[in-house]
T-cell receptor, first 112, second 112 residues
Framework: KAGVTQTPRYLIKTRGQQVTLSCSPI?????VSWYQQTPGQGLQFLFE???????NKGNFPGRFSGRQFSNSRSEMNVSTLELGDSALYLC???????????FGPGTRLTVT | GQQLNQSPQSMFIQEGEDVSMNCTSS?????WLWYKQDPGEGPVLLIA?????ELTSNGRLTAQFGITRKDSFLNISASIPSDVGIYFC????????????FGAGTQVVVTP
């Protein structure tokens, strides 16, 4: 079974721009969680989607948003990029009712 | 910032030695997960724990869910060079589906 895939793997953007990252969960998994990983703050939870509904949200500004499609694929969007948004963005999927989360390789976002 | 206290921050060990690391939290968790992350990759799930007192093994890895539900331990026996990486603990509370709280990580370096 294929693992979690994320596209693109690397991205360079300029301050003020917006960006959309994509995540395809493991086949059959309907829950997708997003995390931001930085050297200073570590891994921090952004939000979680299940059946196209956001069930949980972390403490990030409204510039960070996401959505999930009927095939469970998910996207996250960051608007008005700031230098501090440079990070590895990870998504993880889990099977319904399971607490085990399986991570993708991440998207490395650099904001200049 | 980090919500779990993970220690030690780093370990330099010789091949063949055992490794121990632990995480403590001020919150009660109903799930503890242990992950390993290699550079440029997403975290890989090693062990999942669901019950207080539970002891689970995966090859040379053994992890325990603390009795108080506020801590967990991971042991690696007879370390080998491929054990190099960063190990993270992650916990989830009962009312927080999809949201994992992560420790800061333990960097393990194995010397021949």
């Amino acid at each position: 079974k294929a693992g979690v895939t994320q596209t693109p793997r690397y991205l360079i953007k300029t301050r003020g721009q917006q960006v959309t990252l994509s995540c395809s969960p493991i086949s059959g998994h309907r829950s997708v969680s997003w995390y931001q990983q930085t050297p200073g703050q570590g891994l921090q939870f952004l939000f979680e989607y299940f059946s196209e509904t956001q069930r949980n949200k972390g403490n990030f500004p409204g510039r960070f948003s996401g959505r999930q499609f009927s095939n469970s694929r998910s996207e996250m969007n960051v608007s008005t990029l700031e230098l501090g948004d440079s990070a590895l963005y990870l998504c993880a999927s889990s099977h319904t009712g399971s607490r085990e989360q399986y991570f993708g390789p991440g998207t490395r976002l650099t904001v200049t | 910032g980090q919500q779990l206290n993970q220690s030690p921050q780093s370990m330099f060990i010789q091949e063949g030695e055992d490794v121990s690391m632990n995480c403590t939290s001020s919150s009660i968790f109903n799930t503890w997960l242990w992950y390993k992350q290699d550079p440029g990759e997403g975290p890989v799930l090693l062990i999942a724990l669901y019950k207080a007192g539970e002891l689970t093994s995966n090859g040379r890895l053994t992890a325990q869910f603390g009795i108080t539900r506020k801590d967990s331990f991971l042991n690696i026996s007879a370390s080998i060079p491929s054990d190099v990486g960063i190990y993270f603990c992650a916990g989830q509370t009962t009312d927080s589906w999809g949201k994992l709280q992560f420790g800061a990580g333990t960097q393990v370096v194995v010397t021949p």
